[in-house]
């Protein structure tokens, strides 16, 4: 999936050029990735039999209320300016399962799908980072991401508690980039991003963790047993 997505370039490019260095954005490159999540496989995912890892935010604050278990609860909770986020769901779909194992073909590590489904004029999330490496494809909608390197906070243990307001100190250049359906943008770890959510939208997250990352963490963040 990664190597359709570089097209015309290639995966010894993109190691060379981005991976865990520079963020790289390609517009209508990610177009194969749009099925992947629509409103039928939300609702799947959420009606799954298995334990799912659901998170349900509000003005960038998660927000306590019963958890989805189908597209329309979701869409009610979005009428509410409340985003409905899933982590793990590769583990509830064979489609979000084929992408995942894509990723961990193309790249080193262990991989995790989170699906969102946001309302339009609101944030998930403030100003935050990962530890891993973060693939985005939107599938419906238009989201604006601003990004920028993180100089100020490279050094927090994995799995603790993060306290994200270190971001006032710094200095960094931000970036922006617009996605709409078909687009994709690729984060390197730790660097800060903050999500726009432009009009109702649904788009895949591919987080990678790479082989170093997972054997130096002192505790993983939920969902990444450091085993692959």
């Not at 278990?69 to 409905?84: H, K, P, T």
């Not at 979000?96 to 609101?122: I, K, N, S």
């Not at 100003?127 to 909608?141: C, K, L, P, R, S």
């Not at 920028?148 to 994995?158: P, S, W």
Request: charged letters at 20%; glycine letters at 8%.
């Amino acid at each position: 999936m990664l190597t359709e997505w570089l097209a015309p370039d290639d995966l010894d490019w993109f190691l060379r050029a981005h991976f865990q260095a520079a963020p790289f954005a390609r517009p209508a490159a990610a177009k194969s990735a749009v099925p992947a999540l629509d409103w039928v496989t939300v609702d799947r995912v959420l009606r799954s039999d298995r334990p799912l890892d659901v998170m349900t935010v509000r003005a960038g604050q998660l927000f306590q209320v019963p958890t989805p278990r189908s597209a329309g609860e979701a869409r009610a909770l979005m009428q509410a300016g409340i985003s409905v986020v899933v982590r793990g769901a590769e583990q509830h779909d064979a489609g979000l399962r084929a992408l995942a194992d894509g990723f961990e073909a193309a790249l080193p590590g262990e991989v995790h799908v989170q699906v969102y489904a946001t309302p339009g004029g609101t944030n998930s999330y403030g100003w935050h980072y990962d530890f891993e490496d973060v693939f985005i494809a939107q599938t419906a909608g238009v989201k604006d991401y601003y990004f920028r390197q993180n100089t100020v906070a490279r050094d927090t243990v994995l799995g603790d508690r993060l306290d994200f307001t270190c971001v006032r100190a710094e200095t960094s250049p931000v970036y922006q980039s617009r996605l709409i359906a078909g687009d994709w943008l690729y984060i390197p770890s730790t660097w800060w991003h903050l999500v726009k959510c432009a009009e109702e939208s649904l788009s895949i997250s591919v987080g990678v963790m790479p082989p170093e990352q997972l054997r130096k963490a002192r505790r993983l963040p939920p969902g990444w047993t450091g085993n692959r």
